[in-house]
């Protein structure tokens, strides 16, 4: 998490604009698949870990990853923010959620400095008009940070399609984090966190929505682990070569 938000902080001052992408089995799923949220993955400044079992995969691979999650993201980021008089936008929820989020961060950072909140159409294209113009009301607020609470994929295609028409501003696509600041939506508790059972949690609060996106997850990552622990065993040659 430090080490997040140490690269984003560091790139504050700098006039390229950069996206973060926080990598879950719902997005591992969705890159199988999809040519264009591959593309987007393979332009971003920084990918995190942001489900559990990308952690436990990575490890399995040998590579030492924590979980930072988009939604972990962003207090540290505004306090950072308030600390070096960045300017911040939001894009995402609802109006009402808007503005108990911004609430909820102001009575922490008195000083954060909110310059504009937009939430978009029911049916809002990341690459449409309606786009676009949120990239120009970026532009035009002095944001240096933007905070994009759309869900996968739009808020990955939105960042990576306003990294081309906005100089200068980091955009961090952070799921549920608005709602979950708002209290609109209720977060797992730390301790279920801890034991990486947050998807149950979120699963029990939203079955009908999440239960096909979980099936299909469950799904890959089963196939990955089998993948794996059969070319580990194949290669120690306790398996004969497979027929044909």
């Known amino acids: 998490m430090d080490m997040a938000v140490r690269q984003v902080v560091n790139k504050f001052s700098i006039e390229k604009s950069f996206y ?3 990598l879950n089995l719902d997005h591992l799923v969705k890159l ?5 949220f591959r593309r987007v993955y393979n332009a971003a400044e920084l990918v995190t870990a942001d489900g559990f079992p990308i952690v436990y995969l ?3 691979e040998g590579v030492n990853l924590t979980r930072t999650t988009g939604a972990d993201l962003v207090e540290p ?7 070096q008089d960045v300017s911040v936008f939001f894009v995402g929820t609802t109006e009402s959620t808007l503005r108990a989020c911004i609430g909820s961060l102001l009575r922490k950072w008195p000083t954060l400095k909110i310059v504009g909140a937009v939430s978009p ?3 809002f294209d990341p690459e449409g008009e309606e ?8 532009a035009a607020s002095g944001a ?5 609470g759309l869900g996968a994929p739009k808020q990955e295609i939105f960042s990576a399609m306003a990294v081309r028409r906005v100089s200068g501003v980091a955009f961090i696509p952070i799921g549920a984090a608005l709602e979950y600041i708002a209290k609109t939506k209720m977060r797992a508790p730390t301790w279920v966190q801890y034991v990486g059972c947050e998807w149950l949690w979120r699963l029990a609060a939203e079955p009908r929505r999440l239960t096909p996106r979980y099936f299909k997850s469950a799904v890959l990552l089963a196939r990955i ?3 794996k622990t059969y070319s580990v065993v194949y290669s120690e040659k306790l398996l004969d070569p497979p027929l044909g």
């Open 77 to 83: 980021l505004c306090a950072a923010a308030a600390e």
């Open 20 to 22: 973060i992408c926080t």
């Open 121 to 123: 159409s029911f049916c």
């Open 131 to 138: 786009a676009r113009a949120i990239c120009d009301q970026i």
């Open 144 to 148: 240096k940070l933007c905070f994009v």
């Open 225 to 227: 682990y089998f993948r």
């Open 32 to 36: 199988e698949v999809d040519d264009e």
């Open 58 to 60: 990575a490890r399995r």
